[in-house]
Structures are given as C-alpha cells and as structure tokens.
Nanobody, 124 residues
Framework: QVQLVESGGGLVQAGGSLRLSCAASGRTFSMSYMGWFRQAPGKDRRFVAAISWSGGSTYYADSVKGRFTISRDNAKNTVNLQMNSLKPEDTAVYYC?????????????????WGQGTQVTVSS
C-alpha cells in the first residue's frame, strides 16, 4: 500500500504561481511513476505531468508545458508540481497519483494509488 497526501493548493491571481506537494508513505520503493492529474468543474480528470521515480524522466501535457515543472525528492518521498504563469483555465482539483506495476504514465487507469486532491483556483 502507498498513501499519498497533497498540499499547497489555494487561490491565486492569473499570472501567479503555486507549488503543490505530494507526500508518499508506505511501500514507496515499489513506485515506478508519480503523476499529477486535474479535474475542472464539469469535466473529466486529465493528465497534467508525470515523473519516473527512479530515473527522473518527466512528462507533461501540452497545455502546461513551459509553465509547470514536476520534480521529486526520493529521500523525502515527495513529488512537487511548480505551477507558474497560471491561467483561469488551470482552475481544478489537482490529484497526486502513483503507479506501482505499470509504465503507461499518461493513463489514469494505470495509477494504483491516489491522493484526496487539492483545490487550485486561478482568478482572472
């Protein structure tokens, strides 16, 4: 089992920045990827970014490339999402998730564990 707890959401004006963190506990050695997804009101949950837990390779949705940066701290078992140049359309609940046995980091069905989500609201 892996437990995930997100933090760092909040309200920010357009053009501002926020940093989300996800603390993992439990069988973290078994994780292969960690990712961030988001769900805007009335929309499906969508992929935002992912990182390989061992090698550190990173992957981004086109909508956030150049603005968001995902990083990891293996010693602290945390993954962070630095979000810059935020736009109102970035408003969503952001979820941290972990893959244990798969490699399709872009598919939410591949993820075995999920956090409870943290709200990000960007005002115009």
């Amino acid at each position: 089992q892996v437990q995930l707890v997100e933090s760092g959401g909040g309200l920010v004006q357009a053009g501002g920045s926020l940093r989300l963190s996800c603390a993992a506990s439990g069988r973290t050695f078994s994780m292969s990827y960690m990712g961030w997804f988001r769900q805007a009101p009335g929309k499906d949950r969508r992929f935002v970014a992912a990182i390989s837990w061992s090698g550190g390779s990173t992957y981004y949705a086109d909508s956030v490339k150049g603005r968001f940066t995902i990083s990891r701290d293996n010693a602290k078992n945390t993954v962070n999402l630095q979000m810059n140049s935020l736009k109102p359309e970035d408003t969503a609940v952001y979820y941290c998730a972990a893959v244990v046995s798969g490699s399709r980091w872009w598919l939410q069905d591949e993820y075995d564990y999920w956090g409870q989500g943290t709200q990000v609201t960007v005002s115009s």
